[in-house]
T-cell receptor, first 117, second 115 residues
Framework: AQKVTQAQTEISVVEKEDVTLDCVYE???????LFWYKQPPSGELVFLIR??????QNEISGRYSWNFQKSTSSFNFTITASQVVDSAVYFC??????????????FGGGTRVLVKP | ETGVTQTPRHLVMGMTNKKSLKCEQH?????MYWYKQSAKKPLELMFV???????ENNSVPSRFSPECPNSSHLFLHLHTLQPEDSALYLC??????????????FGPGTRLTVL
């Protein structure tokens, strides 16, 4: 069975500090997808990134960067120079590739990030 | 502005009531999903529809009844719910259910309280 673990339940930082969110996953599949979503207080989950299991290149998008390490089954997320608007709950998720049955996302428990001014 | 809308945003109902949650996606996607997010559990997938056909029922109690009349609309019919069903119900859609177009886009959710 799949499992996603986000060990940090809450992180509090002061604005402009960097913050790294950890994500460790378990799967028996050789082909899978990893995702990060942001959930602001409004409740809607906002898609941030998808990474497939064959692509271990790290990615940077503005102040966001992701470090995918297949050897350690980790997909960590770093926010550089955090801002108050980054305050939200961040979810890591894993998707099995299931033919015909649907795209099943397994979510981690989420990490609440609080950025103080 | 999200391409996935949900109504109502908040709902309070008694255990004997019957109500429905509505989800609409404006993204031209083919797959739609219902998730439950409660305070003490990770996000749980409930149902998956692909081209209007249900492809996944994650052992959801029969008091939750989904309906997908077309690829743009998804309903969740509720009846004789329990207080423990109180949660945020999130709808999502994706272009496909596999391959490179499988990222899911979420609506704002319906906050359900069962009294």
């Amino acid at each position: 069975a799949q499992k996603v673990t986000q060990a940090q339940t809450e992180i509090s930082v002061v604005e402009k500090e960097d913050v790294t969110l950890d994500c460790v996953y378990e799967t028996r599949d050789t082909t899978y997808y990893l995702f990060w979503y942001k959930q602001p207080p409004s409740g809607e989950l906002v898609f941030l990134i998808r990474r497939n299991s064959f692509d271990e290149q790290n990615e940077i998008s503005g102040r966001y960067s992701w470090n995918f390490q297949k050897s350690t089954s980790s997909f960590n997320f770093t926010i550089t120079a955090s801002q108050v608007v980054d305050s939200a709950v961040y979810f890591c998720a894993l998707s099995e590739v299931i033919k015909a049955a649907g795209n099943k996302l397994t979510f981690g428990g989420g990490t609440r990030v609080l950025v103080k001014p | 502005e999200t391409g996935v809308t949900q109504t109502p945003r908040h709902l309070v109902m008694g255990m004997t009531n019957k109500k429905s949650l509505k989800c609409e996606q404006h993204l031209g996607h083919n797959a739609m999903y219902w998730y439950k997010q409660s305070a003490k559990k990770p996000l749980e997938l409930m149902f998956v529809y692909n081209f209007k056909e249900q492809t996944e029922n994650n052992s959801v109690p029969s008091r939750f009844s989904p309906e997908c009349p077309n690829s743009s609309h998804l309903f969740l019919h509720l009846h004789t719910l329990q207080p423990e069903d109180s949660a945020l119900y999130l709808c999502a859609s994706s272009r496909s259910t596999s391959g490179i177009d499988n990222e899911q886009f979420f609506g704002p959710g319906t906050r359900l309280t069962v009294l």
